[in-house]
Every structure is written in C-alpha cells, then in structure tokens.
C-alpha cells in the first residue's frame, strides 16, 4: 500500500546525479540514523540542521545496511561506499522537500493544512479523532509540522487516503511558501496567533501574514472570527475566497452562544438560523478554543447537529510526549497514548530501541487495536506483525478483540487478551525483570492502569528531564567544534544529578566518542546497563583496577604512585594492552602530574610495554572568566610544552584534551583533539548562548491549602508569618530532597502557573510551605521549583553558588523522570 519510487525516478525529481550502484525501490524516507531498523526500502537524506550533519552517519547507516542516501555535493564518496546508490544533490533538505512535492501532487483529495501559535497539534489530533469511520485520515505524526517534519508528513499518503491533515510551523519569515508547496492544501486552518517564536519576526502581524502564505491555493480558510487581526488579513489576503470563521461574537459562521461547565462543558452553537448543544468532555477554556474549529470543519463537510454532538462527545485527551518513568524490578516504562496510528508506533518503537538494555532484560510492547490508521485491518495487524519482529521485540502482548484476530499473523511465543481486564488478570504472571516495556494504547483501553501497575511508585516531587534539550545542547556544543574533534561529556555525580544510565543512554546514541566519571563504581554501573562507550574515570582507585580492567574503564593516572599500581595490576591481570589518561596538573592544584614531570614519566611509560597513552590532558581552572584569561593561556602553555615532551618520549600521538563546556565557547582554538563537557549539556553557559535549552524540571505537587489567622505563625521556630493572613500551601519538598534550608523565609521562590511564590517558614526536612495569599490555587495543582521558566541559575544566586551544586544536590529519592517530545 505504501507507494514507491525507484531510485533513479527520485533522481530525476530532485535534479541530483546518481552514483553508484543500486537501482533499489523505496518507500521509507529517513533522516535521522536512529529511526532506522530495517534496512530495506530506506532512503537516507544526510540533512545538515543548525546543530547537526547527516552525513556523519552515512557509513554506519550503510554498515547497517542502509543502499540509498540522499547527500550533498561536499560528501566524498569513499571506495567501501561504492555498492551503495548515492543521489548527489546541490541541497538535500531541498531534495526531500521536491520529492515530497511531487508526491502529494499525486493525489487528488481533500487536503487540510493547520498552522497558527497553539493548538495545532490537538486541532489535527481532534480533526482525526471526529473523522474516524468516514474518512481514512493522512496526517502528520505528532508535531511534525517543521521544514522536515511536513515532507515526511506528507509522504505518508498513500493509496487508502481519503483526506490529508497536517500540520505546519515556522520559526523565521520566508518559510511557509516551501511548506504551502509541499502541502498544497485546499483547506486552511489557522488557529490563532500569539507570541509564541516571535524572536525571528518584526511584528505580529508580519508572522500572521507570513503564516497565511500557506493558503495561497486553498477553497477555503477557517479562522476566529474574534481575533479580529487574523479575520481582516485574511478577508484582505483572500477576498475571493470562502471564508469561515468560529467566535463568540455575532457574525461569526459559528457562533458559540454559552459555556456551561460542571463535570464536562456545554457549549452551546448557532450555525445559521439553528442553535444547538454539544458536550465537551473536557473543562478547561483552552479545549473550548481548540473544539470550535474542528466542529466547525464538520458542519463544513455536511455532518448532522446530532452527529457533530455525538462525535465530539467521543474526544480524547491528546497527550502530547512520551513518558518514561522507572518501573518495577529495575524496569522502564515508556507510556506513549499519544495516537494510535502506524507511525506513531513506528517513532515509539524507536524510542523504545533507543534505550540502552539492562543485562537480563528485553524489550515489551503492550499494544492495544490500533484506530484512526487509515489502513484496513488486514493491513495493519500484518504490518504490526511485521513491525514488532523487525524491531527485535522480545515480548509482544496484545489487548483487544481485534488485534487478537490476527494474532495467527505474530510469533508463536506472543500472547493476546481481548480486553484491558483480562490482561491486568494475567499481568502477575509475567515476570518484567530490567525490562524496557513499552505501553501503547488507545483510549478506551484505559491503559494508564496497566502503566500504574508497572509503575513504581512515586514521591510526588520529580525531577523532569528533557532528553530533547539535552541532545539540542550537545548539538549546539558540537557546532563549535571542528570537523573531527572528539567529545568526551562528563556523566559524572549521577549525570550531574540527572541520571547516569538515562543520559549516557541518550549521549551514547548520539555517538560522543568518550563518557567521563568520577569513580570506577559509576563506570561500572553504565558497563552493566548497557553502555558501550569508552569511560575515562578520573578518580581511579587502586582496590577498583581489577574491576576496572574487567568492565573496560580507561583511568586517569595522576601520579607515579598510581602508574606503578596500574600497572602492575594490568600485568596481573594478563592484559595486552590498556589504554590511560595522562593528568597535568598546570596550575589547577587538584589531581596530576606536575609540569615538569615528563621526563620522568616518558622513562616509566618505556618500560610500561602493556599501557597505551591514549590521551594527555589538564584542567582550567577559570575558563569562566574574563579575569582569569591571562592565567588560562598561560595553563595551556604549559600543556603545551608538556604535550610536545610526553609526544617525544614516548615516540606515538596521543589525543589531547583541556576544555571544559566554559573552555569550549571562550578557548575554541585550544579543542586540540577532544573537549570534555559538562554542565553545558544542561544548558549553562559562559557566553550566555542562547540556543541550548534547559533540560531539568523539578516539579511537585500542592498537599493541602490552609486559610491563615494574621496572628499565626507557619513552621517550626515559628518564623513565618502571612501578616495580613490569607493561605498557605504545603508541598511535598523538604532539604532532604535538595531544597536547600537557606531558601526559607522568603529567600527562595517557586512558580504556580505563571505566579512566583515565596516560601514561608522555615524549610523542613520533607515539606514546606508556600505564602499563597490572593492566588487561585487548588490542591494538586502543580509547583515548578525550578524548570524552564524559573531557570536554577536563580536559585544557584540566591543560594550564593554554583548552578553545579544545585543540580547534583537533588538528592536521589526524587524520582527522575524523562521524556522527549
Ligand atoms: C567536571 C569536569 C569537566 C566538565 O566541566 P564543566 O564545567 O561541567 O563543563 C571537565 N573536565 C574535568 C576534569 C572535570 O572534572
């Protein structure tokens, strides 16, 4: 069903000139290395992002198997490459986007483009959601609505579409016309506009206009009718076209008269003469918002009152990320109710084979009948069939009467149940030991009750980390760096306080040539959950060689005393040879080897026939700092010198390494062969760079709320007061999780929506509390302490340190939880 395309057709279509071999047929575009398992079919488009370039990943691909890519005219081509088929073209996300819009020329269907500030995601979700059963919807997985995101999008129609809804988004002015011809939509939606990525653009209005060039060839345009600037640019733009809009005032095409809430809302409609009713089973003004479109687009395509009612009554919270949380007996859960579609099982499988496995573990698919594919049954549970043994799935369960039909087409050994009961019935049965499970369910399935078995139970305060900024800041890092530097990223003190098997996880898929920690236990423990990775340890312990011999860890030596040791016990031990990491110390006073030991150390090394000088490299001791710059350059002088005496003696090249995330934004000339960051990888910067992201959330949760007397006081030593009285709120976070004690009395702040909060009182070992007199706060109600908004570098200056301390001071009781987007 999927459609296809020869090799040299995709040549011809994007003006590229084919080289090498292989006429293949393909049908999957790819370009992002991890999302690709089964080799067959794949085209490989090397895309350069800001951050990141594709064509590093050409030769592992082809290792894999991968014949067909995508690259541009600065890819030299090497003789092991040959048996490949190479499409050179001038500009590959060029070549994706063409070869995309000759696609979607193919077909002659409805097709629905939705841009606007919010609320794409869940008007396309909603769109899809009400048409199930009528039409065999197209549309994009998840938020791909960028310049990458649309073409694969738009790849996905095939034969079966009945109508195509994507999604599309823009960041900088001149964009939207490349996606409008890809898209090629003959309905527009814009949902609204708003702030949100204003950065790039003049005015509001010259986004709005920017954003409306997606409609240059459609029929038909929603939009508000109350947001006046969007229904006058676009009645100017468009005059010839039909317009429909959806508001509360009068004159909108739909007008919505009333809300009524209580355990879902009412909203209450006029279309034309005729008023009706539909319930919303959700209460929140932001779903009223994204509704009216969507029922608005059914009275568009002729749906009856009592239809429309009874199709939105069926909507579905659209969740819009992947959970992992830590699960039973070691294991991982990842929850993706997301969609039901065959992509989005796709993106969450590679999610899933991302993970790293725990010795003894294997990966689980709990997998509900899948709805709203556009693909018949027969061809989906096949595919999924397909799909789960392609993906290396060691154990496949099934939930549902439909996916249970088919269970003849899966492995013998995979188990089905028909309902969501019966599989919580058997569920004791099934041993999940370091198990990586992936739970993926449709609605109704109700399948957050499987996940709450699964789940460990939480402490209500986590530590959110985003795996998305994290590589997002890697990326930003590696752009700095000269082709072929190599990036060693410190894991040490639990990931910063981030997690270590989780992030080295992450760090490792995006291929960092070395990992760094402090202690041959950490090492050791990454060793045994999976990682590959060289690990340098830089605090290398003598009673821990043996280990460390064993698990592969590479030390750091920093003393004579320490060389002698290793080497005697790598002799011991019997292997051929080990690779070290020579420290100097230039001036830092922590561990090394003086400047002017080299001499002496070449003399050892001579007769160390078994040890390897795989690297050479100091500390800075002030990269940080403009005043301390005098004093950096004259550290890396003394390396230097050093480097070129070590290189010398020993007679072979060695990497050499002194940057630090600080280092590599104000030394870039000293990367010399590999850099070692660190905090940069959570978002700290020197230079106030403001491409990385934050990665870490802490986040809890209000316990109760309490109205307080103007005579009371809050706390032990009775310190807090709320002179006027009003409320406070308590939360589950005290100093043994991290908060620090000096935070008390006001000192620290935490954020409740949009409002900064003080703490009240003193600071207690598991709670405190929170002065908020005059908000509209409810228990359960979610507290940031610190997160994207409220970043820790405030907390860090209040607290008079380091943004280091604050991280790995969060103490490991407070569950980390991770997630992409
Ligand atoms: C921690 C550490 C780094 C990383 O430093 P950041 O400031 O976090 O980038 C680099 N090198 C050594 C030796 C370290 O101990």
Redesign the pocket.
Known sequence: MSVKYTIGKIAEVTGGQLVGVSFDVVSRLVFDSRMVFEPEGVLFFALKGGHNDGHRYVSGLFERGVRNFVVDITFRISDELREAAFIVVPDTLKALQQLATLHRARFHIPVVAITGSNGKTIVKEWLAQVLDGVEKVTRSPRSYNSQIGVPLSVWQLNAASTIGIFEAGISVPGEMPRLEEIIHPTIGIITNIGTAHQENFLSIEQKLHEKLKLFARAEVVFCSFDQRMIYDAVSTLYPDKTILTWGRNSGASLQLLSVNRDYSTQLKLVWGEETFVVDLPFTDAISVENVMPVVLFLLYRGFAFSDIAARVSQLQPVAMRMEQKEGINGSLIINDSYNSDFTSLEVALDFLNQQGLKKGGGRTLILSDMFQTGLDDSVLYPRVADLVQAKGIDRFIGVGNEISRFASYFRSGDTFYTSTEALIQALPGFSMRNEAILIKGSRAFAFERVSALLEQKQHATVMEINLNALVNNLNVFRERLKPGTKVLA?V?AFG?GSGSFEIASALQHQKVDYL?V?YADEGMELRQAGITVPIMV?NPEEKSFGQMLQYNLEPEIYSFKLLEAFNKAVMDYGADSVNIHIKVDTGMYRLGFFDDDADEIVKCLRKMTHLRVRSL?T?LAGTDEEVHDDFTRHQLALFERFCQQLEKGIGYKFMRHAL???GIERFAAQQYEMV?????LYGISATKDVRLSNVATLKTYISQIKTVRPEATIGYGRAGKVPTGGKIAVIPIGYADGLNRHLSNRMGEVLIGKHLVPIVGNVCMDMCMLDVSGLDVSEGDEVIVFGDNHPFTVMASKLNTIP?EILTGISRRVKRVYFRE
């Open positions: 410190m040490k910063y760094g402090a830089m490299f500390h630090n995330s600080a070692r960051l660190g905090i940069g280091y």
